[in-house]
């Protein structure tokens, strides 16, 4: 399961982070999870909350955000909102489409103790 492998590079981040700036508790971990990332925030707080245990963030509260998909336009020559991946452009119905954002993962914040 991906969830899974990405949970535990969160928490190897997370007690990297906790080894360098020594903190002993994380209250609150702030994730980022683009529409178009192909991961699945329910299956990845699962996942978390197995591979965060005994780690300075068991039992932190997961806060996931979801910015949607951006992607420029060749036809229109803009960035639109793209809600999945195979979607064409909301303006003119084309499928010249790069994928700018939205399409990432990252952790963005840690609420420590
Ligand atoms: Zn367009």
């Not at 991906?2 to 949970?7: D, I, T, Y």
């Not at 209250?27 to 197995?50: H, K």
Request: net charge negative; with cysteine; aromatic share 4%.
């Amino acid at each position: 399961m991906h969830e899974m492998s990405l949970a535990e590079s969160i928490r190897d981040l997370i007690e990297t982070q906790a080894r360098k700036e020594r903190f002993n508790r994380v209250r609150t971990v702030e994730l980022e999870i683009g529409q178009l990332a192909s991961v699945d925030s329910a299956a990845l707080r699962f996942a978390l909350d197995i591979a965060l245990r005994g780690t300075p963030a068991d039992g932190a509260e997961l806060v996931i955000a979801e910015p949607a998909g951006q992607a420029w336009c060749m036809h229109c020559a803009r960035t639109v909102e793209l809600a999945q991946r195979g979607d064409g452009c909301p303006a003119c119905g084309g499928y010249q489409l790069a994928v700018t954002g939205g399409d990432q993962m990252r952790v963005s914040g840690l609420l420590v103790d």
